[in-house]
């Protein structure tokens, strides 16, 4: 989109590039969006810019370099007036700024790797909304652990729903890098479980 | 009040998510809002103390599984469920699994709602309470049985799904031959939309006017009522627009409303906010028990706005077990209420739905003019709901001038990115026959064809 | 309603410039809104038809002008003026300037306005009329004549400068000894502030409650009263919290009160909405006039809450000439009201004013609960206005509910950007003068050491 | 759109490509869009422009008059809803969006013309509201016409508020090149009454 060696104006391409850029994020319901590339910078979003230093860094894992990134989704936490209800359970919040990411990350021309999502990993989400259970029964040892290979259709979790138990397919083969829940956490619709690296 | 009730799940969406949250915060009770994944990013959402995504889109997966929901009252510790109108709001198998996990369902029992569920089970408890009902049948079974109730009833007759209501599941039968041929195909369908293809035989009113009571119990033997509505003003048997009181009703009739729909309430020991519905025939003067509604209702505020009476709080009261703080005769009814349905949809094209993302959302504003609705800009109406966007609910001391400020209110409502009834109800409100409270059921379809939408031009 | 206004120039801003456009526009009246050049971008101007940029920001210049707001008037095709309350409000030479050019000044005549204009001229009209005024004197010229109506009446003693109202240019006096200074120093004070030195004195009540009538009169000698409210919370003459009723009044009070004022109102022919105002003797239960105001009020909303009727609307169709449409048995008295008036001030700064760009403006919602405005999401609060930026108006059955609704209401109003008195609002509703309904003009005084501001921390 | 080595305004490309870019912005419901390209930055946005430092782009000063910036007023006209009550008298929102040009314009560090102000170009606008009157008695020639030559203190016209006339000055010198308003016309405060030439 733009070489640093040869400064230039916008051409046709860019503006294009950029418009697509600001009807995705419009239809995608975020709150801004920014793409630097080099010494190309674009943002676009509601409310109040970016604070400076937290405006680029995404929200987890290191991106490799030369790839367009990333979109913070300002109101996830900030807009709800008060999640201090939270009781014993876990509130994910994890499952929306991940899906968040992935749109908007799509968006970026050449884009490898999206938001919250390290390079060659693949999130397990939660099925249901319900009660995750990292074990069989009590006692027993837990269905995968970290650094465990699953394949697609190895059983990683049990999500429980008033005495109705959905068990959690892997989906995906790989390693598992991270297990995001406890046992017996509440979690909603779409959380992200564990991740598993596919490299 | 804070006493038995601590923190509501608000199991229900759009504007009467929106309604019940600021119900509760204003009791000081806690809300959580369980919302599909469509509602994530809603205006209710925002707006409760918390959310929590119990499924998908489709309500099957999310607003109707009562097992998530109560699973999600449980893991947030609230302690009751509001469940709103619609979706699971008259389920006995809710208020059942409520009370099983120690929730307070905020309604009647469940066998309140499963004796008022049943509709040729209302319209026994209805006759048994001496309220006047349609003549007609128990379950019919047989083209015989309907048969036998024509001749005894005459035509036209509309035949009911037991398990339907709310307009659901009704046909209008004015030749005899077609009897058994409607019978069959009504029972199918009402076995594939209720589960169930129980049917019942009415006689039915052909210049009718729907008027119904807002009644209100508590737990300790207390029944008032809250006055009545009209609601003739009705599309495919969905209302559009209702009002309160209702226009033009002799004063013997009005009180006889009242006290059958108290009667009733009595008679099973409501406990919670519900609606009687009634048929008014206008060639005759009579009414006839139409069915019982066993929760909030959509048109809730044009009673609010002529009582001052909190319904939403009243119902949280009552489910919290605090006897009603007033009497029969500290309800002081006052003014005129109208309410419009605004809803997404394209009226040149057979109202067909619209949804999209709305650009520009600018309400009307001033004293009198309540809209109650869960629409910001920017908001997405999504495609896997019913399309109503705000209901516009408008006070003043005369009818006549309630109807010249909800002109003026719908004449300033500006909606852009979907299309929408604003139009549409300016016609109907403007209509002659709403100016001089001749409407029917039947007016808007009546009416239809003088509508020109601007839309269409 | 539309035969006699067509259009109204709007002489006013900030939210009753808000509220008037509102009423205008259900009577399908169109607007044109006098903004200053701080103003040309105000919710009011965006509402209106037209806004017409009469003069720089400071109001000598702009809202002050009595030729500039005429000439605005004719220039853009408007048959009316309504002036709102404060700037030119109360001034004859407006309303003159109005008629002189065919305009109809919504308020009451220019006589009316100079004889309740003139505190001296009222008190002598009150007395005529067979209100109690306070014993006290006419114009005071002499210390000597001011010694001659100690005696008579006793300390302390109230100093009033007679061009002067609403709390403004008056002194207490407490030893007879102070009185000559006093009066040199509030003659030069009232010189400079209403070019006109003229003085009197009253009985000062110390134990003191603040409750004043709301009258409504036409031009077809018909007079009605609206009740009563209290707005005995006042910080340095200002009010700061209403209400409608007035808690605790003894019935044979009220009803002297009512019938006081609708007196008063009809023996100088009164054609337009208006306030008397009484102050209460706690200690004896005696009732005296204070002044007449002769114009929509600040705390109106407080009596359309619990009548129902719409005040501006009013002054509207009686200005076009209508006859009131109901008597006094028609007007129903209903549930109770309270009114917040919340400004931009630093409560912890001894209220100094604050000014600058609202970055978050999110007021509560939910039935019964009114916001009149002007603010919006990126308002600009400007220096050169009173800081009023929003009325808080709930409504309730009981008083009690109203105030729980008031504290739940302030306590989600969510304001950044300017640092307001919402936090302190909450304190003094929640006050126990409050709660019993034993509150004093000297309450908020009273009290100020208890509060700790949140932003003091 | 800009070279380094060249300092330049914007061609009429450049324009062409900000106002696709600002359509697009305005078609979104968004507040703020940013492009940053090497030296080149673009800010476009709803409110108050991006705060110093916290957003990249400083608005105003210390950008060398290589870098061509360009704020866009997104909604001078378009909030408000209904103008069209306007009677017999002209509706003077010139005035309004002059001022608005204006104050976009003096953000735009080196720019050479702003908005509606033409280069070289003065404007003199209306003491007070009032009635216009561009001669002195009707029937008399009026004080000036297009093509005159001014000094600060000639009159130019007379604006009347109920009988009393306050007289404009030209306040400046030069050679006036449109009269905005005709006689007789009612004007704003502040409304756009002539423009003069200082060239």
Known sequence: ?199 | MSGSIRRVLVANRGEIAVRIVHACRELGIETVLAVSEADRDSLGARLADRAVCIGPPRAPQSYLDVARIVTAAVATGCDAVHPGYGFLSESPALARACTEHGLTFVGPTAAQLEAMGDKISARRLAREAGVPTLPGSEQVRTPQEALAVAREVGLPLIVKASAGGGGRGMKVVSDVAELPSVLTTAAAEAAAAFGDPTLYVERFVRNARHVEVQVLGDRHGHVVHLGERDCSLQRRNQKVVEEAPAPGLPLQVRDALHAAAVRLARRIGYESAGTVEFVLDRDTGEFFFLEMNTRIQVEHPVTELVTGIDLVQQQLRVAAGEPLAFGQCDVVHRGHAIECRITAEVPSADFRPDAGRITAWDPPGGPNVRVDTHCVPGYLVPVYYDSLLAKLIVYAPTRAEAIARARSALRRFGIEGVRTTVGFLDFLVGRPEFADATMTTHTIADALGEFAPADAA
């Open chain 1, 1 to 199: 989109m733009s070489d640093p060696g040869t400064a230039r104006g916008l051409t046709d391409e860019d503006v294009d590039q950029v418009t697509r850029l600001v009807e995705s994020l419009d239809r995608s319901g975020f709150d801004f969006l920014q793409v630097e590339l080099g010494d190309l910078r674009i943002t676009v979003g509601t409310g109040e810019p970016p604070v400076p230093g937290a405006a680029p860094p995404p929200p987890a894992a290191a991106t490799p370099a030369a790839v367009p990134q990333a979109v913070a989704p300002a109101r996830n936490a900030a807009d709800r007036p008060d999640t201090a209800v939270a009781p014993s359970a876990a509130p994910v919040a994890a499952g929306s700024v991940a899906a968040g990411s992935v749109a908007a990350g799509s968006v970026a021309a050449g884009s490898v790797a999206a938001g919250s999502v390290a390079a060659g990993s693949v999130e397990i989400t939660a099925p249901t909304m319900g009660i995750f259970y990292a074990r069989p029964e009590p006692g027993k040892p837990p269905f995968v652990a970290v650094g465990d290979v699953v394949e697609e259709t190895t059983t990683v979790a049990l999500v429980e729903v008033m005495k109705t138990f959905h068990s959690v397919a892997a989906g995906v083969r790989g390693t598992v890098v991270e297990i995001c829940v406890s046992d017996t956490d509440f979690v909603e619709f779409g959380a992200v479980l564990m991740r598993v690296s596919t490299e």
